[in-house]
């Protein structure tokens, strides 16, 4: 019984060595944001910041086109009236699409990338084990 304890004691120890090793080989530095944030966390603010980005963009382009495209046709061709209105409400519209697009776009390409992280950390984890 007394060996037991002994090898149980030294079981535990080396157990702590290796322990205290691991943690020297990897300091954690605060600057380090990989270390600090979580991949999904860092996805979730993206999602969040794109969508603020594109709402704002499709808030205020379209009244850009708008009234730049109903200041142009009246400045620079002398249209007035229901045709001036046409082109620039059609201005307006367009803008809207292109931003949705372009919005589709980006989710496309974050979803790919997204999917090329997660291939590559399981075949990191993969050849540790």
């Keep these: 019984m007394g ?10 120890a080396v ?11 990897k300091p954690v530095n605060p600057a380090d944001d ?3 944030i979580p991949y999904h966390t860092k996805q979730a603010s993206l ?3 794109y969508l603020l ?4 963009l ?15 046709l009246h400045e620079y061709l002398q249209i007035d009236g ?18 949705i697009a372009v919005y589709a776009v980006v989710g496309f390409l974050d979803a790919k990338k997204e ?10 984890k993969a050849k540790i084990n």
């Excluded at 157990?15 to 080989?25: A, F, G, L, S, T």
């Design 53 to 56: 980005f594109f709402s704002i």
């Design 3 to 12: 060996k037991k304890n002994k090898n149980v004691v030294k079981t535990e």
């Design 34 to 36: 990989d270390a600090l």
């Design 15 to 25: 157990q702590e060595e290796q322990q205290e090793q691991m943690i020297e080989e």
């Design 82 to 99: 229901f045709p001036n209105t046409c082109w620039s409400v059609l201005a307006a519209v367009v803008t809207v699409n292109f931003v």
């Design 115 to 124: 999917e090329q992280t997660v291939l590559q950390f399981s075949q990191n």
């Design 58 to 72: 499709m808030f205020t382009l379209p009244f850009a086109s708008f009234y730049g495209v109903r200041h142009a």
């Design 47 to 49: 999602a969040v910041i």
